[in-house]
């Protein structure tokens, strides 16, 4: 077995992507803890306790490095922020939606982990947590199939032959003959707003049991920017015949009594505004409309400028964790004792 002194130092993306992972499993235990407490169909229980010992297996794997290591444990997220005697806030179908959401975001951490990782212990750790995600995403989807709940895509029809693009003004989109959207936009366009519908529903959930004013007042507000991205990406959609993603509110209770604390409901949020953003940019990448880009640009800036809104609450009620960072030189020089 290797020993502590024949270890290789934490880099700073290991140290990083560890922690994030830490946090991000920690606050899924309670959510995932809650949701077990009100569900009825036996299949998606199934699933939901999958999610939850994988949540807690990355928690406890995370925790023992950390300790080898010499690395301070995060707080992250505990039994003080769920209230599992809440009355029930989701439908069982919600649960899965909400999984696939969750579970895209952690496969978007773990696979950009993989090839900044020296250590091959940590490697193999986020090489592994990939696999076992990409497992229930599977389970997520033939159960979202099974039970009548999976949305397809829209459909286009196959090329009958192949062709080469022979005009500029395939690159516009704002005046003139605007072709119509092609693959990759379409399922870009189709995915943000699947993943933004599942927001939404978080969302209002979130927003009719917080407790305070000002974190209340906070998720309306991403409620209405999220629906107002749900609105712009449909209609790019459905100017070419093409269908949107339903939305998911009625899988919302009326209760009004929270079962998560301000601290997780409102980090909960912060973090899949985040997951916007590198799907937003990643949607950027692969468009060619200069409209789609735009309207994608300008979503961006929305999200910024709520992301930050949200941090300083966050910051101001001591709810947010300092990430690992490197050693300020300058207050080292200036605090001599």
Partial sequence: MESNKDRFQLT???????WVTYIGNTAGKCVLSYYLQHIDDQDIKKVVENALNLSESIVENIKEIFIQDNFPIPVGFTDDDMNLGAPRLFSDEFYLHYLKYTCKAGMSIYSIAIPLITRKDIRDFFINTFDSTVNLIN???????????YIKLPQISIPDKVDFIKKQNYLSGFFGDTRPLHALEIAHLYDDNENNVTSKGLLIAFSQVAKTEKVQKFLLRGKEITNKHIEACSQQLHKDNLPSHPLL???????TISPFSEKLMLWHKLEM???KIRAYANAISLSQRRDITTMYTRFLKDIGLYVEDGTNIMIDNGWLEQPPKATDRKELATNKE
């Fill in 12 to 18: 700073p993306a290991e140290m990083g992507k560890l």
């Fill in 249 to 255: 509110d009625d899988l919302v209770s009326t209760s």
């Fill in 273 to 275: 505004f985040s997951m």
């Fill in 139 to 149: 389970e997520v989807e033939d159960t979202l199939m099974a039970k009548g709940f």
